[in-house]
């Protein structure tokens, strides 16, 4: 990746904060902690969340399993031609303006979940939960860590993604207790309550934009030893989009983004194709939520000192794995092995998905990079689970529609090891 970026960042005029004054510690750390919150409660509008609603609103809708998942691929593609404004929006106001809004607004929509009652208030209930839980609030968390870290962002983003994964691995289970003590709808209302109490006042009160603003340093006060000032490259949209580099690595998020959430949207009829039952099918989000952590630290404390391009390919290999073992498993045993397939997975993709734009690009336009990436990301989860479903409706089974899908991210896979390192690195 040999081009020049343009537009360097200009000097900000430094800002005075009374909460980042009284600080005990670097306020990255605060930071951190809520971005990581703001993670987690996008869970009711992720596919984790939303896959155990399913049956219970093709139950209750009187609709085929290929027409919600049509409308869900619908909704997705719609709500994310909306996250290349919301970054420029993040960028432009900030991610404490950005947060207030796309928080507020994702409560109301989990609220509105719980009022549908036909396909077209699906639509928009699908619309509604994917670009602003799914798509916004995950962009603006993600990107308020990204601005507060730089050599350790490796490292804050891991621990950012442990939290996100023992939420995987426990949140699903939560609203399934909620689903059969309150009913789907109020349970999915009941999420919206949370998302108000928790991210909505935290991150408005913690949220902040880059530390240069308030006369900080990145990653926290300079050790002696590190007396060169921080030397970032800063490359604009269209700059970025002119590179090799953004491509093979948005292809290979497109894949896992696409394959992963088919797997996930479809877990439960999946396993049941297998004989497998609904109770043993929700363990996977055991190992998974563990492994996910394990895998994310790793991942993160490896992107600090290797290239991301074998990180990538790595995962995307696991992908294929996952495709391969997702219709053989026949017993719970075998669903804690496939968990864990999962789980190193999602664990490496946390890390990948939300860190390598700003390991590459720089942090002065990150919002509208990463929310342009997150577009084509979030089109690739709409089409996996009907593809899926359409593969069940033709062929009979998941078993050729998984074997067929695995060409893609194993091509990506080849491409990123073979690919020489000039057309690849930069120094970040």
């Known amino acids: 990746m040999s081009e020049n970026p343009s537009n360097p960042p200009v000097e900000p005029t430094v800002q005075h904060s009374r909460l980042i004054a009284a600080s005990p510690i670097y306020y990255g750390w605060l930071i951190l902690l809520a971005g990581s919150l703001g993670m987690l409660m996008t869970i009711p509008g992720q596919t984790v969340g939303v896959s155990v609603f399913l049956d219970k609103i093709i139950l209750d809708l009187d609709l085929s399993r290929s027409l919600v998942s049509f409308l869900y691929l619908l909704g997705t593609v719609s709500g ?3 996250l290349p404004g919301v970054g420029r929006f993040i960028d432009r106001s900030g991610p404490r303006k950005a947060v207030i809004i796309i928080a507020s607004l994702f409560a109301l929509a989990c609220v509105y979940m719980g009022l549908v009652g036909n396909i077209i208030m699906l639509a928009f209930g699908f619309i509604a939960i994917r670009s602003l839980g799914q798509g916004a609030l995950a962009l603006v968390s993600l990107n308020v860590i990204n601005l ?12 950012s993604g442990i939290g996100f994964a023992l939420g995987i691995g426990v949140f699903p289970l939560i609203i399934e207790r909620l689903i059969n003590q309150l009913g789907w709808r109020l349970a999915y209302a009941s999420l919206g309550g949370i998302v108000a109490l928790t991210i909505l006042p935290l991150g408005a009160l913690l949220y902040r ?6 006369g900080l340093q990145p990653d926290g006060p300079l050790k002696a030893s590190q007396t060169t000032p921080l030397s970032e490259v800063n490359y604009t949209l269209p700059a970025a989009r002119r ?3 953004f491509w093979i690595f948005t292809a290979g998020s497109i894949c896992i983004a696409m394959l ?3 797997l996930i949207f479809h877990h439960y009829s999946i396993m049941a194709s297998s004989g497998i039952e609904r109770s043993v099918a929700a363990m996977v989000f055991v190992p998974f939520g563990v492994i996910t952590a394990l895998s994310n630290l790793v991942a993160g404390l490896l992107l600090d000192r290797i290239s991301p391009r074998f990180l990538m390919a790595t995962m995307l290999l ?6 391969f073992l997702a219709v053989r498993v026949t017993t719970a045993e075998g669903m804690l092995l496939y968990g864990g397939l999962l789980g190193l997975m999602e664990g490496m993709n ?12 720089g942090r002065s336009h990150l919002g509208s990079i990463t929310g342009f990436a997150t577009t084509l990301a979030v089109i690739g ?4 689970p009907v593809s899926f479903a359409l593969g069940l409706d033709h062929f009979g089974s998941y078993g050729p529609v998984l074997a067929l899908t695995a060409l893609p991210p194993f091509l990506v896979a080849v491409i990123l090891l073979l690919t020489p390192s000039r057309l690849l690195e930069t120094s970040p």
Not at 209 to 214: A, L, W
Not at 318 to 323: E, T, V
Not at 350 to 361: D, E, N, S, T
Not at 381 to 384: N, Q, S, V
């Open 80 to 82: 994310s031609f909306f």
């Open 148 to 159: 507060w870290f730089v050599r350790r962002r490796g490292f804050a983003l891991s621990l």
């Open 209 to 214: 934009d880059q530390p240069e603003r308030y």
């Open 243 to 245: 590179t090799f580099t």
């Open 260 to 262: 992963g959430t088919g």
């Open 318 to 323: 696991l992908l294929c794995s996952a495709l």
């Open 350 to 361: 946390g890390v990948l998905k939300a860190g390598v734009y700003a390991y590459y690009f």
């Open 381 to 384: 989860t709409a089409t996996g």
